[in-house]
T-cell receptor, first 112, second 116 residues
Framework: KQEVTQIPAALSVPEGENLVLNCSFT??????LQWFRQDPGKGLTSLLL?????REQTSGRLNASLDKSSGRSTLYIAASQPGDSATYLC???????????FGKGTKLSVIP | NAGVMQNPRHLVRRRGQEARLRCSPM?????VYWYRQLPEEGLKFMVY????????ESGMPKERFSAEFPKEGPSILRIQQVVRGDSAAYFC??????????????FGSGTQLSVL
């Protein structure tokens, strides 16, 4: 059974800092990995999707990496802004499966 | 282009009542997924539907829960005889027709169910 763990559970940083969020999964036989942002009352927004054959994806100030063999992914946020404050979720889908297995998330607070 | 629409946003029920949660997928999307987020827990898959078909309901509790996605109208998640443990945020997601691979999911804003 796939399990996804996100560390830390909460993180508070001053504005402008670069930061890294971590995600680990127990079964390396994944189809892809996705990072989401969850804002209170606004549902989930997909940030980056990495296929299992890829090593990383970039979008603006965000960069996500994937090391399938070690069961790890990181989300790097450059030059953090107060608007980045949200809960960040990592989710994986298994090979041949459409079900996403989510971590519990990292709650990020960027202090002005 | 409207996103995935869920209603109501908040639903309060007393124990023993029925809860009906609605989800209208994005235009052109024929696949609907329901996920539940319990307090302090990650989102858990519940059910995957296509029009008029339940593809996978392996994440649904065996009793009191049912889901449908009719030919016309929104997808409905129905919870009968609600209990306090059903209190959670219920999210719906949709995706376009799959070509054999995983398609990116688009999530709604969720329905927060509170059982008194």
């Amino acid at each position: 059974k796939q399990e996804v763990t996100q560390i830390p559970a909460a993180l508070s940083v001053p504005e402008g800092e670069n930061l890294v969020l971590n995600c680990s999964f127990t079964d390396s036989a994944i189809y892809n990995l996705q990072w989401f942002r969850q804002d209170p009352g606004k549902g989930l927004t997909s940030l980056l999707l990495i296929q299992s054959s890829q090593r990383e994806q970039t979008s603006g100030r965000l960069n996500a990496s994937l090391d399938k063999s070690s069961g790890r992914s990181t989300l790097y946020i450059a030059a953090s802004q107060p608007g980045d404050s949200a809960t960040y979720l990592c989710a994986v889908s298994g090979a041949g499966s459409y079900q996403l297995t989510f971590g519990k998330g990292t709650k990020l607070s960027v202090i002005p | 282009n409207a996103g995935v629409m869920q209603n109501p946003r908040h639903l309060v029920r007393r124990r023993g009542q029925e809860a009906r949660l609605r989800c209208s997928p994005m235009k052109g999307h024929s696949h609907v997924y329901w996920y539940r987020q319990l307090p302090e827990e990650g989102l858990k898959f519940m059910v995957y539907l296509q029009k008029e078909n339940i593809i996978d309901e392996s994440g649904m509790p065996k009793e009191r829960f049912s889901a449908e996605f009719p030919k016309e109208g929104p997808s409905i998640l129905r919870i009968q005889q609600v209990v306090r443990g059903d209190s959670a945020a219920y999210f719906c997601a949709s995706s376009p027709l799959r070509d054999g691979g995983y398609e990116k999911l688009f999530f709604g804003s969720g329905t927060q169910l509170s059982v008194l």
